[in-house]
């Protein structure tokens, strides 16, 4: 018995000691419990927190809502939220996780506030630019696949080829391949059949596979 309360009292202590560390020595654990104490967030360890985390949101937004101008403003609004809600946070370990669901549920809070009424887009219909029609498979000015293509130069194409999908598919294959989310899950995040979102991360792999063939080549 004396040794468990040793035990207990000792990594209790180390707690305590890592916490008086300044924030940003702090591993993201300890950040995110400091984080939690007082009645409200500390100011100073929540700003290293921010700091952390900042890209992971904007990369977020990006994805779900690439033609928006004001995904500064949305990310500023995830942030309120974050500080807002951290003490109700039981699980440190999953921050990245409840951090993405913010994220996320903002821009469907955001997208029903705007009550967007949009068609319908096909992947195989022709897509309407200012001057008149192009199809949805467009030529890339990339170099071609003999070429020794950089690691990046993928990445900033597929990032332009995500944009490029109709709304519904690109949330949709975002929220799985980039979130890591289940079909369930976000079946019931956008409110469609189960069927529906696997349809549409099919058929989103499928345009995206066609748009970087080169580069799979």
């Not at 403003?73 to 003490?87: F, G, H, S």
Request: glycine share 4%; proline share 4%; hydrophobic share 35%.
């Amino acid at each position: 018995m004396s040794q468990a309360i040793s035990a207990s009292w000792s990594t209790a202590q180390g707690r305590r000691t890592s916490l008086n560390l300044s924030p940003e020595r702090l591993s993201n654990y300890d950040l995110i419990l400091s984080c939690q104490e007082g009645f409200k967030p500390d100011r100073i360890a929540f700003s290293e927190l921010l700091s952390r985390y900042q890209s992971h949101v904007d990369r977020i937004l990006y994805h779900l809502a690439p033609d928006w101008q004001d995904r500064a403003d949305l990310a500023q609004e995830v942030w309120i939220r974050v500080y807002r809600n951290i003490k109700r946070l039981k699980e440190p370990v999953k921050f990245r996780g409840w951090l993405s669901r913010i994220a996320t549920n903002l821009f469907y809070d955001e997208l029903r506030k705007r009550k967007r009424v949009s068609h319908p887009i096909s992947l195989d219909a022709p897509r309407r630019v200012d001057d008149g029609e192009i199809e949805w498979d467009i030529v890339s000015d990339y170099p071609s696949p003999d070429d020794n293509l950089a690691t990046r130069e993928f990445y900033d194409r597929l990032k332009v080829a995500i944009a490029d999908l109709p709304e519904a598919f690109r949330t949709t294959i975002v929220l799985r391949e980039i979130e890591g989310m289940a079909y369930e899950e976000i079946a019931q995040m956008t409110g469609v059949s189960l069927g529906t979102v696997k349809s549409r991360i099919a058929r989103a792999r499928t345009k995206l596979q066609s748009v970087l063939q080169q580069y799979i080549d």
